[in-house]
């Protein structure tokens, strides 16, 4: 069945005040409206539009019929979302799923409250996540070459007044030698424990980032560190912020995260796809609890030597991402009408080899569809169901014959893993 989706946007501090509602096509709140869930995860399940005068959500229908809703008779494995990121997130890493198994457990022995601020773990789940950018997407994203963060923080000690901040910044910058697993464990231990002389390094960062013109540091780093500070000042985040790769994604470009990398999200309008979990170990740029011995028990501090996610093309008008998670993976179609030269919405749609008529996807597992430019047509040939979807609406897809997408528009539709068993 082709089945309409929903959900209310979530309401964090980070996110932007009008990113969503111009994608949703409603009105600005005034509040920032952050993320928008598509999925089954209990913490903020879709609901299904146009149903019936009694709300339903998604896991009451797939708990209803799981052989026809769900997958191998259960929920989603998969959580597919749009992100609005109008300042940085919290730097952040999710567990593996032996570490989130034995969290939980842990937690729930001690009898931590699930709600509780210090809860670590809300499920048992791994969280890997993969985020495509709609607009151009500015991301700390894993821990870059160790020689790269020494040769940064030196030159913020240069630049930064005489003083006890500019000596804890080469004692940082010196902290960045010897065995880069092992520097890096002690260089985050020593920034989360929160010490005098982290903060004095903080806050003479603070004061260098905002002396002279910056041209002994990359422009973008630069940028990122003068955000960082104003939103977070004095938080030991814009330390280890200096360890990660700093990524500037342009439109329809990609970053994977596999489990136990830490990263931070900082500007930008994406889809993001990821297991269905919402365990998150924090290290930084927050309010939210910090808990550094469990955080440093999960990174995983070895480099990763690219964090952008490359997409294989399917065929022309469809892309798919597919990281090494079982969990999802995620597809983009771009489809066009010949002659048509706007998709109504004033967004030129042709002229462009990638897009095409129609595409047609397998659908072996139940799909989840978001439009985010144009109208689709969504087509099940095989039941004689259509649905007509513009952007910002979502849909449910449950499992069976292959579905085809025509029109003019970009949809991604997110699902399982072609590994899943």
């Not at 896991?59 to 998969?78: H, N, T």
């Not at 003479?204 to 905002?210: E, G, L, N, S, Y």
């Not at 994604?249 to 889809?271: D, F, K, N, S, T």
């Not at 070895?302 to 597809?331: C, M, N, S």
Request: proline residues 7%; aromatic residues 4%; charged residues 25%.
């Amino acid at each position: 069945m082709l089945i309409f989706i929903e959900n209310a946007p979530r309401a964090y501090a980070w996110g932007s005040r009008d990113a969503l509602p111009e994608l949703l096509g409603t009105a600005p709140t005034g509040e920032p409206q952050a993320e928008l869930w598509l999925g089954a995860h209990p913490g903020a399940p879709a609901t299904l539009a146009k149903a019936t005068p009694v709300q339903h959500t998604l896991i009451d229908l797939i708990e209803a019929d799981p052989e026809r809703y769900g997958v191998d008779g259960g929920q989603l494995p998969f959580l597919l979302k749009i992100l609005a990121i109008g300042g940085p997130l919290s730097l952040q890493v999710h567990p593996n799923r032996a570490q989130a198994e034995a969290g939980y457990a842990r937690e729930e022995a001690a009898g931590v409250p699930r709600d509780a601020r210090e809860r670590n773990y809300g499920d048992r789940n791994h969280k890997p996540e993969l985020l495509v950018a709609l607009s151009e997407v500015s991301a700390l994203s894993g821990f870059r070459d160790l020689s790269d963060a020494r040769a940064d923080l030196r030159a913020l000690a240069a630049a930064a007044p005489a003083g006890a901040g500019r000596d804890a910044l080469a004692a940082a910058a010196a902290r960045c030698t010897g065995r880069p697993e092992r520097a890096r464990t002690e260089f985050l231990s020593w920034a989360l424990r929160g010490g005098d002389e982290a903060g004095a390094a903080v806050r003479a960062i603070h004061t260098a980032v905002r002396a002279g013109d910056g041209a002994w540091i990359e422009a973008h780093r630069l940028a990122a560190l003068r955000d960082l500070t104003v939103s977070y000042p004095g938080d030991p985040g814009v330390l280890v912020s200096l360890l990660l790769h700093l990524v500037r994604l342009a439109p329809g470009e990609a970053i994977y995260l596999g489990a136990r990398q830490l990263h931070a999200y900082l500007g930008g309008l994406a889809v993001e796809v990821m297991a269905a979990s919402d365990n998150v170990l924090r290290a930084g740029l927050t309010p939210k609890h910090i808990d550094a011995d469990e955080l440093l028990r999960v990174t995983d501090t070895a480099e990763l030597i690219e964090p952008r996610q490359t997409a294989r093309r399917v065929r022309r008008g469809l892309v798919a991402w597919e990281p090494p998670a079982p969990d999802f993976k995620l597809l983009r179609a771009k489809l066009c009408i010949p002659g048509d030269q706007e998709n109504g919405a004033g967004e030129i749609l042709v002229d462009d080899a990638d897009r095409a008529e129609s595409v047609v996807l397998e659908a072996p597992h139940p799909l989840v569809l978001v439009v985010t430019a144009g109208r689709v047509r969504v087509e099940r040939p095989s039941d004689g169901e259509v649905a007509s979807v513009r952007r910002g609406q979502s849909l449910y897809i449950s499992s069976g014959e292959p579905i085809e997408l025509s029109g003019a528009g970009d949809a991604f539709v997110a699902t399982v893993g072609d590994g899943w068993d």
